[in-house]
T-cell receptor, first 111, second 114 residues
Framework: GENVEQHPSTLSVQEGDSAVIKCTYS??????FPWYKQELGKRPQLIID?????GEKKDQRIAVTLNKTAKHFSLHITETQPEDSAVYFC??????????FGTGTRLTVIP | DGGITQSPKYLFRKEGQNVTLSCEQN?????MYWYRQDPGQGLRLIYY???????QKGDIAEGYSVSREKKESFPLTVTSAQKNPTAFYIC?????????????FGDGTRLSIL
């Protein structure tokens, strides 16, 4: 199966600063890369995703970049706000619908 | 994601007892999934189903069973053979294989052992 590594496991930033979370994967045929945000006790919510034919995607303060050659992709959050505090998970999929998840990053935005 | 309903929100199991977690979706999705989430870990796939009356084991299927008699429903049974069942269980659904798209998640069920 796919091997997904996510770093860092915890991240603290000052409000207004940027946060970057990185995931690496092992299967070069993987073609779909979503990011999920999970607040305490709640369901994971899709915040952004990217397909393998695109190198970068932005949605307001959130962006994802994909480097297929190096097999890694990153989540970028700019101008962080306290409500961005949550656990973020990356995931990877190849072909069939099964997702392989990273172990999560707990982001804390300090007011 | 109001289209996926999990019940109950909290569940307690006695030793040696089987319990069943409910997952219903009205998104007309063909594929459904069960994940287990432990503290500090990502979601691990227990079972998944791409179509009615068919399902496959995920990475940690031992001690669990599922059924998919209806498109809308994918119940998970945690059997007495699962020796460490305390976890947060999340159900998900998505469009059928071949249609790239996100998985939609339910609110989860937290299972604890009495």
């Amino acid at each position: 199966g796919e091997n997904v590594e996510q770093h860092p496991s915890t991240l603290s930033v000052q409000e207004g600063d940027s946060a970057v979370i990185k995931c690496t994967y092992s299967d070069s045929a993987s073609n779909y890369f979503p990011w999920y945000k999970q607040e305490l006790g709640k369901r994971p919510q899709l915040i952004i995703d990217i397909r393998s034919n695109v190198g970068e995607k932005k949605d307001q303060r959130i962006a994802v970049t994909l480097n297929k050659t190096a097999k890694h992709f990153s989540l970028h959050i700019t101008e962080t706000q306290p409500e961005d505090s949550a656990v973020y998970f990356c995931a990877v999929r190849r072909g069939a619908n099964n997702l392989f998840f990273g172990t999560g990053t707990r982001l804390t935005v300090i007011p | 994601d109001g289209g996926i309903t999990q019940s109950p929100k909290y569940l307690f199991r006695k030793e040696g007892q089987n319990v069943t977690l409910s997952c219903e979706q009205n998104l007309n999705h063909d594929a459904m999934y069960w994940y287990r989430q432990d503290p500090g870990q990502g979601l691990r796939l227990i079972y998944y189903s791409q179509i009615v009356n068919d399902f496959q084991k995920g990475d940690i299927a031992e001690g669990y069973s599922v059924s998919r008699e209806k498109k809308e429903s994918f119940p998970l049974t945690v059997t007495s053979a699962q020796k460490n069942p305390t976890a947060f269980y999340i159900c998900a659904s998505s469009k059928r294989d071949g249609e790239l798209g996100p998985q939609h998640f339910g609110d989860g069920t937290r299972l604890s052992i009495l």
